[in-house]
């Protein structure tokens, strides 16, 4: 069983900064890829960030970039989505989801979390 559990969300003025995690436990022998997505209310879910492979390889959607940042512990199976010079407009429930393979030689799989609800508002 794998569980993907985020944490860091909540109320956040506009201009402020949030730091989200999301860690990956149970039976995991290996991580691919590791990332953020997010959904506003009526709106579809969207891409906002990943961290791809054990090497460092990261990538921010380009409307975000210069306020969002990922990064990845290996060793902890977790990654982290810094949002600064947070708006209006990030107001949305962030998910995580990580593509991992539970055996030597199983198939990669898709694991989400939760969500977890971030609202920027004065």
């Known amino acids: 069983q794998v569980q993907l559990v985020e944490s860091g969300g909540g109320l956040v003025q506009p201009g402020g900064s949030l730091r989200l995690s999301c860690a990956a436990s149970g039976s995991i022998f290996s991580v691919n890829a590791m990332g953020w997505y997010r959904q506003a209310p009526g709106k579809e879910r969207e891409v906002v960030a990943a961290a791809i492979g054990s090497s460092g390889v990261t990538n921010v959607v380009d409307s975000l970039k210069g306020r969002f940042s990922i990064s990845r512990d290996n060793a902890k199976n977790t990654v982290y989505l810094q949002m600064n010079s947070m708006k209006p407009d990030d107001t949305a429930v962030y998910v995580c989801?990580?593509?991992?393979?539970?055996?030597?030689?199983?198939?990669?799989?898709?694991?989400w979390g939760q969500g977890t609800q971030v609202t920027v508002s004065s």
């Open positions: 989801n990580a593509v991992l393979k539970v055996s030597r030689y199983g198939a990669f799989q898709t694991y």
